[in-house]
Each structure stands twice: as structure tokens, then as C-alpha cells.
């Protein structure tokens, strides 16, 4: 029995993980849409039917409340046909369960009147309707196999009916995803025409095209030079040395004598 129901209750356990970033996000956009000027739009208030539909909800968990702990209180565990660490462990899990229904589930029920369509409080509702879920169905197994019929009977019926309020409250948790996703598209659309409205309008950009040509410069030539070359002298002279062209001596003549 708590298979196939934990089997029926994974498509809920898929929701509730994806709305755990909705709040954050709402969050975020509320505070963009805050920071805006007063003349912005005010959140809707509450619709009347969404009220009514968890006012009922909470109302009949407060029934089952009220019926688990009755029946808790006349479970005889100590009459168990089982042993000891048995005994000692669903009394201990009876007194978590109690501890929670009288302290830590009204609490929750009182914060989500005052704000009914609180994602995180609903969520909060519904993680600890889970967390007695958890704990409440092995005491029903042991009541079944140990206990009194009549024990079992009555503890059975408080697990279906928690299962039914935890289910009934993943409803509305869907139900309230799609309406606040859709406040949340609301509250973008609202931020970029503030944003739009607060920026100043960006100066259109001139291109100005000059067609008229430069006038041209006169190009100057450059006048070709010629290079002269010093001549060079056809003798060269050490300096410090001085050099004399000598005829060669010529030969005396002897006359014969007469």
C-alpha cells in the first residue's frame, strides 16, 4: 500500500522540486519593480476563491490532526507481539509525530492564513506534511503487523487522510505556479518599460559625406646635378722630396793630333 502510493505521489514530488526557484525569482523581480517610481502598478489582492480554497484545505488538516493525535495517544505498543528495539523505535517515532502536530503544524497553518498564496509557506506546509508522511507510515506498517486490529484500522485511515491533505495541497501548489509565473512575466514586461522610460534617448548619428576633391599640390622636380670630378695631375710629388730631370751626360770627343 505505501509503495503504490509513493509511486502516485512522484509526479507532485517533481512539482514541488520546481517550484522551490519560483519564489527567489518572483523575488528578484519584485525588487526591480519596487526600486521603479510610485506611480507603478500595486500587486492584485487576493482573489476571494483562492481564500475559501485554502481556508477548507487548512480545515481539514486541522480534523486530521486532531484525529492522528487521538489515535496515537491509544496505541498499547507496549503490547506488541514484537521485540523490544521494535517497541522502543515506534515510540519514539510516535512522539516525533505528536511534537510536530502539536507545535511545528500550527504554527505553519497560522503563517499561511496571514499569507495565503505564499509559495515558501506553502511550500514549507507541504515539506512537513511530507516529513510526517515519512515517519506516520512505518508506524501504520508496525500497527498492521503487531498490533490490535481495531489499532490499525483507525491509524490507516489517519495515513489516507494525511496522504489526501498532502495531495490536495500539491494541487494548489501547481495551480499557484502557473499564477505566479504569470505575475512574474508581468512584472519583466513592467521592468523594461520602466527601464525604457528612464533612459534617455540615444542621439541619432549624422554621417556627413564630403565629395568635393582636394586640390592637388604641384609636385617640384628635382633638379639633377652633375658631379666633377677634381682632376687629377698627371705627375705626383712626395712631400718633403725634390725631384730634377738630369740629361744624360754625353761623351767627350779626343781630336787626333797632327
Known amino acids: 500500500m505505501l509503495n503504490s502510493t509513493n509511486e502516485f505521489m512522484k509526479p507532485y514530488s517533481i512539482c514541488v522540486r520546481r517550484l522551490c526557484f519560483l519564489p527567489f525569482l518572483l523575488a ?16 492584485p489582492p487576493v482573489p476571494y476563491s483562492s481564500v475559501s480554497q485554502l481556508n477548507l484545505m487548512l480545515s481539514q488538516l486541522e480534523q486530521v ?28 517515532d510516535v512522539e516525533s509525530i505528536q511534537r510536530n502536530l502539536q507545535m511545528a503544524l500550527p504554527e505553519i497553518l497560522g503563517q499561511l492564513r496571514a499569507s495565503p498564496e505564499n509559495i515558501a509557506l506553502t511550500f514549507k506546509l507541504y515539506h512537513n506534511l511530507d516529513a510526517l508522511y515519512d515517519v506516520l507510515g512505518p508506524v501504520v506498517e508496525s500497527a498492521g503487523a503487531f498490533g490490535p486490529k481495531d489499532e490499525f484500522q483507525s491509524m490507516e485511515n489517519d495515513f489516507t487522510a494525511l496522504e489526501r491533505s498532502r495531495r490536495d495541497l500539491a494541487d494548489r501548489m501547481e495551480s499557484l505556479a502557473g499564477a505566479k509565473e504569470g505575475e512574474l512575466t508581468q512584472l519583466r514586461g513592467q521592468v523594461r518599460q520602466l527601464q525604457a522610460a528612464a533612459a534617455p534617448p540615444t542621439p541619432a548619428k549624422k554621417v556627413v559625406v564630403d565629395d568635393t576633391e582636394p586640390e592637388k599640390k604641384p609636385v617640384k622636380k628635382k633638379s639633377a646635378t652633375k658631379s666633377t670630378k677634381p682632376s687629377t695631375p698627371a705627375t705626383t710629388q712626395k712631400s718633403g722630396s725634390n725631384t730634377t730631370s738630369q740629361q744624360p751626360a754625353q761623351p767627350t770627343q779626343t781630336q787626333p793630333q797632327q
Not at 28 to 43: E, F, L, M, Y
Not at 70 to 80: E, F, G, H, N, S
Open 28 to 43: 528578484a523581480a519584485t525588487a526591480q519593480v519596487a526600486s521603479a517610481p510610485a506611480s507603478a502598478a500595486k500587486a
Open 65 to 92: 490532526s486532531q484525529a492522528t493525535q487521538a489515535d496515537l495517544a491509544k496505541l498499547r505498543i507496549d503490547k506488541w507481539k514484537t521485540d523490544s528495539n521494535t517497541k522502543r523505535g515506534t515510540e519514539s
